[in-house]
């Protein structure tokens, strides 16, 4: 499946026939001055959490392309209140048939504050299952045993996981998450966007290579085949 890297945590997937665009952060982002947001085409929206970086553009792609919002009761719940009526909510453990596959909503250890200050849930991650092979967000999260679950529950061929330390699990922590989940290509997110996350990322991708694993650290707007 083709995944382009749009800056920060925002990912497109192409899974078959559906685009499925994750944690669009992208006008704010001076790294992602590339991207054309309003060139973004996607089928479904998810979003881990409620924090800015993760959320930025979500509200003018929802409403552009008609997508369908895939994230917890509490952010479905707020994108309503604006508008926002293709909406599937999920809470953690819990997941649901699209036409794409299986999307499972799962626990990432972080904080979910939405911009305005409404309550937004509790963060998590993605599993999703796909005829074009299954994958992994973390989102936002520490390193938690509870990755060992996924690892037993689904055979992933490949995850995005947070790598930037600071505010999330840094790189030596997702490559034992690596390990937990069972993938051994890993594509890097949520580093190099602000000082507090910037990355060594020879010593990353070493770090990686040490526990087996591939790291791809892609360029803003690259497109990887995973
Ligand atoms: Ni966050
Ligand atoms: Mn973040």
Request: a negative charge; charged letters at 25%.
């Given at each position: 499946m083709k995944v382009t890297y749009l800056g920060h945590s925002s990912l497109l997937v192409e899974a078959g026939a559906m685009r499925l665009l994750f944690d669009p952060f992208i006008t704010p982002n001076p790294r992602a001055e590339?991207?054309?947001?309003?060139a973004i085409e996607a089928d479904y929206v998810l979003l881990t959490h409620g924090h800015e970086d993760h959320l930025a553009d979500a509200e003018d792609i929802l409403k552009r392309t008609g997508a369908t919002l895939i994230s917890n009761f509490e952010i479905v719940s707020w994108y309503g209140e604006k508008g926002v009526g293709n909406a599937h909510p999920l809470n953690h453990g819990g997941g649901a048939d699209f036409d794409f596959g299986r999307v499972t909503f799962v626990a990432a250890v972080h904080s979910s504050g939405l911009p305005d200050g409404s309550y937004g849930g509790n963060p998590g991650g993605f599993v999703v299952e796909t005829g074009e092979g299954n994958f992994y967000v973390s989102g936002?999260?520490?390193?938690?045993?509870?990755?060992k679950l996924i690892g037993e529950s689904v055979d992933l061929r490949w995850a995005a996981l947070c790598v930037g330390d600071n505010f999330t699990m840094g790189y030596r922590d997702a490559a034992r998450a690596a390990g937990f989940v069972g993938v051994d290509r890993v594509l890097g997110v949520h580093y190099d966007t602000f000082p507090p996350i910037e990355i060594d990322h020879a010593a990353a991708r070493a770090a990686f290579t040490e526990a087996g694993v591939e790291l791809v650290l892609a360029g803003v707007g690259e497109t990887v085949e995973f």
């Open positions: 590339a991207i054309d947001v309003n936002d999260t520490a390193l938690t045993c509870d990755m």
